[in-house]
Nanobody, 119 residues
Framework: QVQLVESGGGLVQAGGSLRLSCVAS????????MAWYRQIPGQQRELVAS???????????YYSDAVKGRFTISRDIDKNTVYLQMSSLNVEDTAVYYC?????????YGRGTQVTVSS
């Protein structure tokens, strides 16, 4: 099992930036891919960005159309940490952001961090 702890959420004005961090612990060697999801109350959780995490994978990334060009996902293998740099934030980005780790046989979510963008 993998444990995930997110940090970096908060309140920011529209047009501003935030960087989210996710530290993984536990069965880290089994992780194939990590991602950030977000969820607005009453809506389904949606994939924001993902990155492959094995040393040989080259850190391939994916972004949803909603964040492409504004958000950047990155990884620090030595620190077991994945980041989500968010820029040009708008009110539609307000949500709880969850870190996710996909391992060989299971997926795990963190508890989430709230991001609120004010107009």
């Amino acid at each position: 099992q993998v444990q995930l702890v997110e940090s970096g959420g908060g309140l920011v004005q529209a047009g501003g930036s935030l960087r989210l961090s996710c530290v993984a612990s536990g069965s880290i060697s089994s992780i194939d891919q990590m991602a950030w999801y977000r969820q607005i109350p009453g809506q389904q959780r949606e994939l924001v960005a993902s990155i492959t995490t094995s040393i040989t994978s080259g850190g391939r990334t994916y972004y949803s159309d909603a964040v492409k060009g504004r958000f950047t996902i990155s990884r620090d293998i030595d620190k077991n940490t994945v980041y989500l740099q968010m820029s040009s934030l708008n009110v539609e980005d307000t949500a709880v952001y969850y870190c996710y780790a996909q391992s060989t046989y299971r997926g795990d979510y963190g508890r989430g961090t709230q991001v609120t963008v004010s107009s």
